[in-house]
């Protein structure tokens, strides 16, 4: 894997809207900056209204996304050219789901709704419709995918990075601060976890930083390359960025994000929580 | 769930104002509102801690701590940024951006 296989700018986005084969797919955490304008034929697809199932806590299995691909007029040789706001963290999570049920052709474009807004390139509010597909989509891809006892078993073993804010790691917050502070039963970090806040990976324009700069963020944070790795933050999508950086950019074997992340581990009943700052 | 909150200067009902710090306020050109812009609250060391998009009458809103924050704009007309010290309540902050 690599930023070339990846990542593609804006300038390359701008120039592929019409080009066949390309599905543009916008995914935010404000679910209707869709609908205020989007890129000229994207279809949006909701983290919260067509990603997450509507009963049980967790996301739509393999059926329901095939569900929702054939709907949007997705096929399985398609590439999906995804993009949102808020730096793109949504949709990093809708990039690492869709890997997870193994989509093979997805981009993200780096730095995302922000960048284009910046760039001053045109937004629509045209109703972008498909023709359907019957997508077949494959098994959930599990090696990508950590749970809480994976969490409590990587404990001492593995690189664990909390990807917050250095306030949320410490337990000061419970939450991004521009969220009320919807919190977890208790505060704080998994024993041992190094904090790299998903934002030191990024540029103010919401673009990645280079490969030299990442390498050397991680291994300055303490990154142990002969070791697996579990990304997690508060409910996934900012670990879904951080996962990747570690995998897709540079390359890195056997990262897996926690998606149930601190709001599933702080409510957990007795796994051991540490408080505290961010070692320097 | 996460879901982004809109972004007005009418704080919602039942806003906690006793345990934490609402920062809030305007991303202004001069006199003028600036919509959409990228708003970031910063720690005392200049870490990212959130960032919202102002609305269209250029409003923004934060929930912090005690502590030494920065809020800074980010738009196609420019950036600028505002210091602020809290404790707990609500503080107001325009941010005024340029070329």
């Known amino acids: 894997m690599s930023r070339a296989e990846n990542l593609v700018t804006t300038d390359w986005a701008n120039d592929n809207l019409n080009t066949a084969g390309l599905v543009f797919v916008e995914v935010d955490e404000d679910t209707s900056a869709y609908d205020g304008g989007h890129l000229p034929g994207a279809v949006k697809i909701s983290w919260r209204d067509d990603l997450r199932d509507a009963v049980k806590n967790d996301f739509i299995d393999k059926a329901g996304l095939e569900k929702l691909f054939s709907e949007k007029g997705i096929a399985v ?26 989509h093979e052709k997805i981009v993200l474009i780096d730095g995302g709704r922000k960048k284009w807004e910046l760039d001053g390139r045109p937004l629509t509010t045209d109703t972008v419709t498909r023709p359907a597909t019957t997508y077949t989509a494959k098994d959930a891809d599990l090696s990508i995918r950590a749970f809480r006892d994976d969490t409590v078993a990587a404990i001492g073993t593995k690189n664990l990075i909390d990807v917050r804010s250095p306030g949320e790691f410490a337990g000061q917050l419970g939450a991004p601060a521009h969220l009320p502070q919807e919190n977890a039963q208790r505060r704080g970090h998994v024993p041992g976890a190094i904090n790299i806040p998903w934002s030191k990976a990024a540029n103010e324009d919401g673009t990645f930083k280079s490969d030299a700069e990442l390498t050397e963020l991680y291994a300055d944070a303490g990154f142990d390359d002969s070791k697996e790795s579990i990304a997690y933050c508060r409910i996934g999508e900012r670990s879904s960025h951080t ?9 890195k074997k056997n990262v897996k994000n926690y998606d149930g992340s601190w709001l599933e581990y702080g409510t957990l009943i007795g796994v051991p929580i540490e408080l505290g700052e961010p070692a320097k | 769930m996460c879901a982004a909150p809109e972004q007005t200067l009418d704080l919602p009902p039942g806003t906690d104002t006793v345990t934490q710090a609402v920062i809030q306020g305007r991303v202004l050109a001069g006199a003028e509102p600036v919509a959409g812009a990228h708003v970031r609250l910063l720690d005392g ?48 902050v325009d941010v005024l951006v340029g070329a």
């Not at chain 1, 730096?87 to 193994?102: E, I, K, M, Q």
């Not at chain 1, 996962?243 to 390359?251: D, K, M, N, Q, R």
């Open chain 1, 243 to 251: 996962w990747f950086v570690l995998s897709e950019l540079l390359g």
């Open chain 1, 77 to 102: 040789d398609d590439t999906i050219v995804l993009y949102g706001g808020n730096n793109n963290w949504f949709a990093a999570y809708a990039y690492w789901f869709f890997t997870l049920y193994g």
């Open chain 2, 45 to 92: 060391t200049g870490e990212f801690t959130a960032e919202v998009v102002a609305s269209p009458e250029g409003s923004f809103r934060f929930y912090a701590g005690p502590g030494s924050w920065t809020v800074r704009a980010l738009s196609r007309g420019g950036s600028g940024q505002s210091d602020v010290a809290t404790r707990y309540g609500v503080y107001s």
